[in-house]
């Protein structure tokens, strides 16, 4: 069945026609080539790696920085295509979102132009892939405790501890990771293969199966002086690249959402008990209102942070509203359409479940609920939850 996208403001009014191009040619290529292979890769628990040249050649990995001949997607552009690709799937969203907010941003606002030149090209063109290492074992939501150290010597640095959840992990070339150099956080780029460097696949998941994610350890890896990320000075570092993150978050969510109601609506329609279709019952129609209306009020709150964004006032807080209300109404809304499929709602031949599983992961990843909902707490009374 076609995916028919829900827009009950008429947004699309809103957007410009370079935005419309750029999240219908996504919103095709994940119909056209995401949808028929994703059941099978939950089901298996894999990533589509396959897949991967074809997202570069849509120029989604990274393609909002302003670096050589990268598209320089805008923010609203940009979400659009996070949103297109979580209606595909979280995973999917989460790789590019990993590759491109949480290591090629990193390395193009805080590397030197020679870390730029070594990676960027190759993480735009999928010819390498990244992972970020910020949460560790003991170390969640409060990554400022971090233990992970490093230790300057003459010709560089020698790196110890571990990292946990790290998505792309077994995928990944070049590792982002933050550590405590002299008491203060810092960025370092690890290399795959590198001596002391292993990478464990986590594999026992009921969420993001279609996703890696993976334990890094670091026992006494030496690294180059060239290793170190010469921008980034504290927590501040990692947050920065966790707001790009947020930000694509926030819109993927609703786009899982949209992929939610969409099956809903249609199964309603075709779906007859009692002698007429289900979505004739008031309980029914009840259901997709509810799920219209916070998809309608996610897509606004989107489109207005994008627009911020493209002017250059957006406010971590408002990221970080967006995320939390985004997370929030998709899983519920998953939860719903699950229910509404009835029996047929908990197999692999419908979606609803497998975002629902998912979602549970988006509104744990970068900042749970909780912890979005005290720096919002922060911002608007001053008081600070984590001092
Ligand atoms: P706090 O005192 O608030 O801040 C420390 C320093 O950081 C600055 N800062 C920010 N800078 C940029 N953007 C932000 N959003 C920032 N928030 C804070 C702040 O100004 C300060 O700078 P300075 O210069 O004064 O030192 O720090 P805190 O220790 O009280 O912690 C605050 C808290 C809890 C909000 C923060 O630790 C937090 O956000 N925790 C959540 C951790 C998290 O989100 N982890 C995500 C890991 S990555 C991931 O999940 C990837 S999933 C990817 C996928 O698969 O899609
Ligand atoms: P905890 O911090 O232990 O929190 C447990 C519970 O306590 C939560 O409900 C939380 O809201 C609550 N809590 C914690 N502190 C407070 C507080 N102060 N007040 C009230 N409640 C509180 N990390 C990376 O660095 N890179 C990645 O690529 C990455 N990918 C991930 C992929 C997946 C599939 C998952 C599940 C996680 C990933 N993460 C990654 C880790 C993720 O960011 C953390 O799981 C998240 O930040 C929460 O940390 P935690 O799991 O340790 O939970």
Same mark, same amino acid.
């Given at each position: 069945?076609?995916?028919?996208?829900?827009?009950?403001?008429?947004?699309?009014?809103?957007?410009?026609?370079?935005?419309?191009?750029?999240?219908?040619?996504?919103?095709?290529?994940?119909?056209?080539?995401?949808?028929?292979?994703?059941?099978? *890769?939950?089901?298996? =628990?894999?990533?589509?790696?396959?897949?991967?040249?074809?997202?570069?050649?849509?120029?989604?990995?990274?393609? &909002?920085?302003?670096?050589?001949?990268?598209?320089?997607?805008?923010?609203?552009?940009?979400?659009?295509?996070?949103?297109?690709?979580?209606?595909?799937?979280?995973?999917?969203?989460?790789?590019?979102?990993?590759?491109?907010?949480?290591?090629?941003?990193?390395?193009?606002?805080?590397?030197?132009?020679?870390?730029?030149?070594?990676?960027?090209?190759?993480?735009?063109?999928?010819?390498?892939?990244? !992972?970020?290492?910020?949460?560790?074992?003991?170390?969640?939501?409060?990554?400022? #405790?971090?233990?992970?150290?490093?230790?300057?010597?003459?010709?560089?640095?020698?790196? &110890?501890?571990?990292?946990?959840? +790290?998505?792309?992990?077994?995928?990944?070339?070049?590792?982002?990771?933050?550590?405590?150099?002299?008491?203060?956080?810092?960025?370092?780029?690890?290399?795959?293969?590198?001596?002391?460097?292993?990478? %464990?696949?986590?594999?026992?998941?009921?969420?993001?199966? *279609?996703?890696?994610?993976?334990?890094?350890?670091?026992?006494?890896?030496?690294? #180059?002086?060239?290793?170190?990320?010469?921008?980034?000075?504290?927590?501040?570092?990692?947050?920065? !690249?966790?707001?790009? @993150?947020?930000?694509? +978050?926030?819109?993927?969510?609703?786009?899982?959402? %949209?992929?939610?109601?969409?099956? @809903?609506?249609?199964?309603?329609?075709?779906?007859?008990?009692?002698?007429?279709?289900?979505?004739?019952?008031?309980?029914?129609?009840?259901?997709?209102?509810?799920?219209?209306?916070?998809?309608?009020?996610?897509?606004?709150? &989107?489109?207005?942070?994008?627009?911020?964004?493209?002017? #250059?006032?957006?406010?971590?807080?408002?990221?970080?509203? @967006?995320?939390?209300?985004? !997370?929030?109404?998709?899983?519920?809304?998953?939860?719903?359409?699950?229910?509404?499929? =009835?029996?047929?709602? +908990?197999?692999?031949?419908?979606?609803? %479940?497998?975002?629902?599983?998912?979602?549970?992961?988006?509104?744990?990843?970068?900042?749970?609920?909780?912890?979005?909902?005290?720096?919002?707490?922060?911002?608007?009374?001053?008081?600070?939850?984590?001092?």
């Amino acid at each position: 069945m076609a995916y028919r996208a829900p827009d009950f403001f008429d947004l699309d009014e809103m957007l410009t026609e370079e935005e419309r191009l750029v999240r219908d040619t996504v919103r095709d290529w994940v119909s056209d080539r995401f949808m028929p292979v994703i059941a099978e *890769a939950y089901r298996k =628990g894999t990533f589509p790696e396959h897949l991967i040249p074809e997202m570069a050649e849509l120029g989604v990995l990274g393609g &909002n920085l302003d670096y050589g001949d990268f598209p320089r997607l805008g923010p609203v552009a940009y979400g659009l295509v996070m949103q297109e690709l979580e209606r595909g799937d979280s995973g999917l969203r989460s790789f590019v979102s990993v590759q491109g907010a949480l290591v090629m941003y990193p390395i193009w606002r805080y590397g030197s132009d020679e870390q730029k030149d070594k990676w960027l090209p190759k993480l735009h063109d999928g010819s390498a892939i990244g !992972c970020f290492g910020l949460t560790e074992p003991d170390h969640g939501s409060d990554p400022g #405790g971090m233990e992970t150290k490093a230790v300057a010597t003459d010709d560089g640095y020698v790196l &110890n501890g571990a990292k946990m959840w +790290i998505t792309n992990g077994n995928l990944a070339d070049v590792a982002v990771v933050w550590a405590k150099l002299d008491g203060e956080i810092r960025g370092f780029l690890v290399e795959k293969g590198m001596d002391g460097f292993e990478v %464990m696949e986590q594999r026992a998941k009921h969420s993001l199966r *279609a996703s890696v994610t993976s334990e890094l350890s670091f026992q006494d890896v030496k690294l #180059g002086k060239d290793a170190l990320l010469p921008g980034a000075k504290g927590l501040g570092g990692p947050l920065s !690249c966790l707001n790009q @993150a947020r930000y694509g +978050i926030a819109w993927g969510a609703i786009g899982a959402a %949209m992929a939610c109601y969409d099956e @809903a609506l249609e199964y309603g329609k075709s779906r007859t008990q009692f002698g007429k279709p289900i979505a004739q019952f008031q309980l029914y129609q009840n259901k997709l209102t509810h799920m219209i209306t916070e998809i309608t009020k996610g897509q606004m709150m &989107n489109l207005r942070l994008g627009r911020l964004k493209e002017q #250059g006032t957006v406010t971590p807080f408002q990221v970080s509203m @967006a995320k939390r209300n985004g !997370c929030f109404h998709a899983l519920e809304i998953a939860r719903m359409a699950r229910d509404m499929l =009835g029996a047929n709602g +908990i197999t692999d031949e419908y979606q609803a %479940m497998r975002h629902m599983c998912n979602l549970e992961s988006v509104k744990t990843y970068e900042g749970t609920h909780d912890i979005h909902t005290l720096i919002v707490g922060r911002e608007i009374t001053g008081l600070d939850a984590f001092a």
